[in-house]
Nanobody, 116 residues
Framework: QVQLVESGGGLVQPGGSLRLSCAAS???????MAWYRQAPGKQRELVAS???????SYVDSVKGRFTISRDFGKNTVYLQMNSLKPEDTAVYSC???????????WGQGTQVTVSS
């Protein structure tokens, strides 16, 4: 299994950018990784994902604004968020799962607030 630690959240004005990081306690070479978010009063939402093979997918509301990437040398997955909107405000959590969902893990979450 793996432990995940997120960082990079904070307060940003509309139109601004943030980069979230998710550091894993082991190699992420063969792990499916994803970023979820949950806003107050709303269900948790899958924002972006990257398979072990490198395929990516995004929820429609962030396409063209958010980018998920990874650095094998640092065992870290990133979520670059540009052109942020107030509706992007949420707690963002990193998620990892092993082959055939043999195991899964969550990070502790990091708050992103988009407000003027």
């Amino acid at each position: 299994q793996v432990q995940l630690v997120e960082s990079g959240g904070g307060l940003v004005q509309p139109g601004g950018s943030l980069r979230l990081s998710c550091a894993a306690s082991r190699s992420i070479f063969d792990i499916n990784m994803a970023w979820y978010r949950q806003a107050p009063g709303k269900q948790r939402e899958l924002v972006a994902s990257m398979s072990g093979g490198g395929s990516t997918s995004y929820v429609d509301s962030v396409k063209g604004r958010f980018t998920i990437s990874r650095d094998f040398g640092k065992n870290t997955v990133y979520l670059q968020m540009n052109s942020l909107k107030p509706e992007d405000t949420a707690v963002y959590s990193c998620y990892a799962e092993g082959f055939a969902r043999s195991w899964s893990a969550w990070g502790q979450g990091t708050q992103v607030t988009v407000s003027s």
